[in-house]
């Protein structure tokens, strides 16, 4: 049998999963480029295999213009699990917010792909998605800056929207308190991430930060939120607090969020910008 990933010309490694290596590649046939994981399941423990099966399942089923497009996955003879998404250009969110060196970016621009992140998990959610590591180095830019969310490798699907999952699993940065508490959590922990990813768009930095586990967990469960710069508007700074309430049940669902009015004022004039780009791009190609 023919190894599918012949067809796929090796540029460089990109990175290193937990199961294994990524690659950028460019499809011999469509010449577009791809990310292409490749994921040891040699030695695989039965869970360690259902879970990079349920990646490749979750990602051939989630299609949406903001979560990392999925092409294909395939096994091959020697125990090798190929995945092959979409690449994003411009990297990964993590590494955009270090070029800016300190300086704050425009708040137009953090509400921009603060709304692109919740409509992906929005989505997510509706399908009875968890995401369960969001933060900002799984969130990805291409050339014309929209935002991909991705990794979705420990993502879980949930039975019912009322469920609860209880693994510890994650990020530490990112984690909500009833995690480090070791109590159930559902969809209100990708809330949290998420006003972490907000958080560092507008500080550049970390919400919590500790020296070590303990610390960090200490701060997480406190809950005690640096400042936010001045600079941005008090409905931003409310929206990054909510997210970041301590007690899941304060903490807004992702459909409250994006029918906040300062968030639907900034999705109408994103869309009355876009429709007068389309305007003036088809004027130009018409004269």
Not at 127 to 146: E, G, P, W
Not at 183 to 211: I, Q, R
Request: hydrophobic letters at 35%.
């Amino acid at each position: 049998m023919a190894d599918p990933s012949q067809n796929y010309e090796k540029i460089k490694v990109i990175g290193h999963g937990s199961y294994g290596e990524v690659w950028l590649v460019t499809h011999k046939q469509d010449k577009k480029h791809y990310v292409l994981k490749k994921l040891d399941l040699r030695n695989s423990s039965a869970k360690e295999r259902y879970g990079a099966e349920q990646e490749c399942r979750l990602l051939s089923e989630l299609k949406h213009p903001n979560i990392v497009a999925y092409r294909e996955s395939f096994e091959t003879n020697e125990g090798y699990l190929f995945i092959a998404m979409g690449y994003c250009e411009a990297g990964d969110l993590y590494s955009r917010l270090k070029l800016q060196k300190g300086l704050p970016l425009e708040e137009k621009q953090i509400v921009e792909w603060f709304v692109q992140i919740a409509m992906a998990l929005q989505y997510m959610h509706s399908k009875n998605i968890l995401h369960r590591d969001l933060k900002t180095q799984n969130i990805f830019l291409t050339k014309n800056r929209i935002i991909k969310v991705g990794d979705l490798g420990i993502a879980r699907v949930l039975e019912s929207s009322n469920d609860m999952a209880k693994t510890l699993i994650g990020t530490p940065y990112y984690m909500s308190p009833e995690i480090f508490s070791n109590k159930p959590y559902n969809f209100k922990s990708d809330v949290w991430a998420l006003g972490c990813c907000v958080f560092e768009m507008a500080t550049l930095k970390h919400a919590f930060n500790g020296k070590d586990m303990n610390s960090l967990m200490y701060q997480i469960q406190r809950g005690k939120l640096p400042q936010i710069p001045e600079t941005y508007t008090d409905e931003l700074k409310s929206l990054i607090r909510a997210m970041l309430q301590r007690l899941p049940e304060k903490r807004p669902t992702v459909n409250r969020i994006l029918r906040d009015p300062f968030i639907k004022k900034h999705i109408a004039l994103f869309l009355e910008e876009t429709t007068r780009l389309q305007r003036f791009l088809i004027g130009w190609l018409i004269n």
